[in-house]
């Protein structure tokens, strides 16, 4: 399971999250990760799609987390990836910085959470991209069956 931050034009648009070029990067993403986009499950924290496509607030954040929790009670995935900053905030349901949470051990509802940049993000900072690889890397430990 991806989440994103909240829907953007494009998304708003066409009702489906990253269908623009961040979504053509997370496409790559995935791809990268052995898997196709149709095994996966991609939604956003946000609900709707903030005026002037401002990042959203901690209000918006948590009114949507029942929609939110709905979703992943609903999927069940395996692991969930949380793409840019408000993924991880709703998830935690706290202020905090993905610089902070790239790197920690973090679960929800007994499933394990990988924080990485959101594709828009690293298509202004290119350079990030060797970052965010490392954490789908470890990401994609916890997809492969043991043996």
Same mark, same amino acid.
């Given at each position: 399971m991806f989440i994103g931050? %909240?829907?953007g034009y494009y998304e708003d648009v066409r009702g489906k999250p990253f269908v623009g070029n961040s979504g053509k990067l997370l496409n790559n993403i995935i791809e990268s990760m052995g898997l196709k986009r149709k095994e996966t /499950?991609?939604?956003n924290a946000v609900m709707c799609r903030p005026r002037n496509n401002r990042t959203p607030n901690l209000h918006e !954040? *948590? *009114?949507? +987390?029942k929609f939110?929790? /709905?979703q992943i009670d609903v999927v069940s995935p395996? !692991? !969930?990836i949380t793409l840019g900053r408000t993924a991880i905030v709703s998830l935690m349901n706290k202020n905090v910085y993905l610089k902070d949470t790239r790197n920690m051990h973090i679960t929800y509802k007994s499933i394990r959470v990988f924080s990485t940049f959101h594709p828009s993000y690293l298509? +202004? /900072?290119p350079l990030k991209k060797? &970052? %965010?690889? *490392? &954490?789908?890397e470890k990401a994609t430990v916890f997809l *492969?069956?043991?043996s």
């Open positions: 931050e %909240a829907p /499950y991609i939604c !954040i *948590k *009114k949507c +987390r939110l929790d /709905y395996k !692991i !969930i298509m +202004r /900072y060797k &970052d %965010a690889w *490392k &954490d789908i *492969k069956p043991f």
